[in-house]
T-cell receptor, first 112, second 112 residues
Framework: EAQVTQNPRYLITVTGKKLTVTCSQNMNHEYMSWYRQDPGLGLRQIYYSMNVEVTDKGDVPEGYKVSRKEKRNFPLILESPSPNQTSLYFC???????????FGPGTRLTVL | SQELEQSPQSLIVQEGKNLTINCTSSKTLYGLYWYKQKYGEGLIFLMMLQKGGEEKSHEKITAKLDEKKQQSSLHITASQPSHAGIYLCGASLASGTYKYIFGTGTRLKVLA
């Protein structure tokens, strides 16, 4: 089944404790992206990747890191999480030439 | 940064009624996308509009993009409880870029 998976689905952590949210797609898509969704602010793009080793900042990259060492994986790293990073995070992927994004199920992160 | 304005923010309709959701940009958009999100879950792609004046339909949902490519509407005919959820419009800003922006969403509730 074609899908985008994210892990973990739920995470509660404390300020300053480094964490990684994984994202994997099995559709051989070139493009992958991370978003955060907050009430009243909608969906905002954090980082995106056009292909392996090619990443770029979205609208809200501060406090986040990404890497794209393999085509299928695009982990989101929070080196020192803060409470304002409490949010619902989505990973998405799409193939070159298509603009239909396939979204993962989301990761609900709470930073205390 | 460029924004997409969605209206209304929330909508409660009786089953069987028609409804319209609007999405407006201050600038010309390259591509306009409509997604549906079940509460707290991932986004499901509905339709993409790219050409000025374009209109697409899927089952009871019709989306239109105006000639100037700055405004889109999503129309649901004879709404059903299964239409309930959050509808988001998204847009890409230029050809060849995978930098996306999204509206804040319209929360739809359909009363049986």
């Amino acid at each position: 089944e074609a899908q985008v998976t994210q892990n973990p689905r739920y995470l509660i952590t404390v300020t300053g404790k480094k964490l990684t949210v994984t994202c994997s797609q099995n559709m051989n898509h070139e493009y992958m992206s991370w978003y955060r969704q907050d009430p009243g602010l909608g969906l905002r793009q954090i980082y995106y990747s056009m292909n392996v080793e090619v990443t770029d900042k979205g609208d809200v990259p501060e406090g986040y890191k990404v890497s794209r060492k393999e085509k299928r994986n695009f982990p989101l790293i929070l080196e020192s999480p803060s409470p304002n990073q409490t949010s619902l995070y989505f990973c998405a992927s799409t193939s070159r030439g298509s603009y239909e994004q396939f979204f993962g199920p989301g990761t609900r992160l709470t930073v205390l | 940064s460029q924004e997409l304005e969605q209206s209304p923010q929330s909508l409660i309709v009786q089953e069987g009624k028609n409804l319209t959701i609007n999405c407006t940009s201050s600038k010309t958009l390259y591509g306009l996308y409509w997604y549906k999100q079940k509460y707290g879950e991932g986004l499901i792609f509905l339709m993409m509009l790219q050409k000025g004046g374009e209109e697409k339909s899927h089952e009871k949902i019709t989306a239109k993009l105006d000639e100037k490519k700055q405004q889109s509407s999503l129309h649901i005919t004879a709404s059903q409880p299964s239409h309930a959820g959050i509808y988001l419009c998204g847009a890409s800003l230029a050809s060849g870029t995978y930098k996306y922006i999204f509206g804040t969403g319209t929360r739809l509730k359909v009363l049986a």
